[in-house]
């Protein structure tokens, strides 16, 4: 029986340094930090509606090393949703995201298409680019995801960001809904939704 839960469980992948921790804190707590310390796995939790009921998006801070194989893999079967950050100032960061979306396709052993995936390409404030958004569309359509730029230091399209791989989640209707307020947006599109959700 596949386990029933109100949790929607989003886990959050890339090499260290790449902004994972940065990005996950500034959606939760609205805070950035400027020193980097380095995370083994850390879960945060947002409450969010999901089927008009409200439920938790329990976030997974995974580590940047390939020290733990066994809680990547533990956190890739448990996972709902992925968001794959590489840093655009780093291409090895890019590259080093390619195992990683491999595992996830082995371990879901699904059309991963049907999978809400979300490539990110972080530190966008940055002046100095190595990777330039055309490739990280290119990856996005070559991994059939979908692609955003951030920055958690500016807070650009973190929430955004967040709210997108909710909207990718077919199976059930998720949103971010803080304090019971939604967007212009999210209210437009709840108008235009259909009633019933096919489970």
Known sequence: MPEQSNDYRVVV???????????????????????????????????IS????????????TTGSHQFPAMQRLSISRGH??????????????EELQPIYEQICQIKGIDVQGMPVML???KTDETHREVQTS??????AR????FMETSAKTNYN??????????????????????????KAMRAKDRLKGKCAIM
């Open 50 to 61: 999901c089927d008009k009921n409200i439920c938790t998006l329990q976030i997974t801070d």
């Open 81 to 94: 949703a992925f968001i794959l950050v590489y840093s655009v100032i780093s291409r090895q960061s890019m």
């Open 158 to 183: 973190v929430q955004e960001l967040f709210q997108e791989l909710l909207n990718l989640e077919k199976r059930r209707v998720v949103s971010l809904q803080v304090d019971g307020k939604k967007s």
């Open 135 to 140: 490739e990280g569309e290119g990856l996005a």
């Open 120 to 122: 990110v390409g972080n």
């Open 13 to 47: 992948f890339g090499a260290a340094g790449v902004g994972k921790s940065s990005l996950v804190l500034r959606f939760i707590k609205g805070t950035f930090r400027e020193t980097y310390i380095p995370t083994i796995e850390d879960t945060y939790r947002q409450v």
């Open 143 to 146: 991994w059939k995801c979908s």
